[in-house]
């Protein structure tokens, strides 16, 4: 996997996209101009989980 040579992937889910970032694993969730921000997990089958962290 060559992947370390891009920082960020941007991930389609429906409305919402994710920017993962692979040395972080800090997120951005953007949707309808509102950004909030997460953890991304990813197990062994390249499926991604966000878990969003939000104030309210």
């Known amino acids: ?3 370390l ?3 960020f ?5 429906k ?3 994710i920017i993962e970032s692979e040395l972080t694993r800090q997120a951005l969730v953007i949707h309808s101009s509102v950004y ?4 991304v997990a990813m197990n062994d089958k390249q499926n991604f ?3 969003p962290q939000t104030n309210g």
């Open 36 to 39: 909030t921000t997460g953890f």
């Open 49 to 51: 989980i966000l878990i």
């Open 9 to 13: 992937k941007l991930i389609p889910i």
């Open 15 to 17: 409305p919402i996209y």
């Open 1 to 3: 996997m060559s992947t």
């Open 5 to 7: 040579s891009t920082a």
